[in-house]
Nanobody, 122 residues
């Protein structure tokens, strides 16, 4: 059983910054991918960024084209925490952001957080 808890969402003006955090707890396999997804009203949930880790080593990262150069994903494996630094925010970034964790070698499991609201005003 794995639990994910997001924090850091809020209201910000265009051009501002927010930092999201996701704390994972429970039975977490060392070789996994953690990522951030978002879902805006009337749109499908989409991948924002992900980071692949094995033990204390972080490997490849992946970003949606719309956030490249503005968002940075990072992982503190010792604390089972993934962060998303969001800079130069745009109104189009407004969405509920969800944390996700999945084992690399066990495709039958997948966990989601409850989501945190990010609202960017113009």
């Amino acid at each position: 059983q794995v639990q994910l808890v997001e924090s850091g969402g809020g209201f910000v003006q265009a051009g501002g910054s927010l930092r999201l955090s996701c704390a994972a707890s429970g039975s977490i396999v060392s070789f996994n991918v953690m990522g951030w997804y978002r879902q805006a009203p009337g749109k499908q949930r989409e991948l924002v960024a992900s980071i692949r880790s094995r033990g204390q080593t972080n490997y490849q990262t992946n970003y949606a084209d719309s956030v490249k150069g503005r968002f940075t994903i990072s992982r503190d494996n010792s604390k089972n925490t993934v962060n998303l630094q969001m800079n130069s925010l745009k109104p189009e970034d407004t969405a509920v952001y969800y944390c996700n964790l999945r084992p690399v070698l066990d495709t039958t499991q997948n966990w989601w957080g409850q989501g945190t609201q990010v609202t960017v005003s113009s």
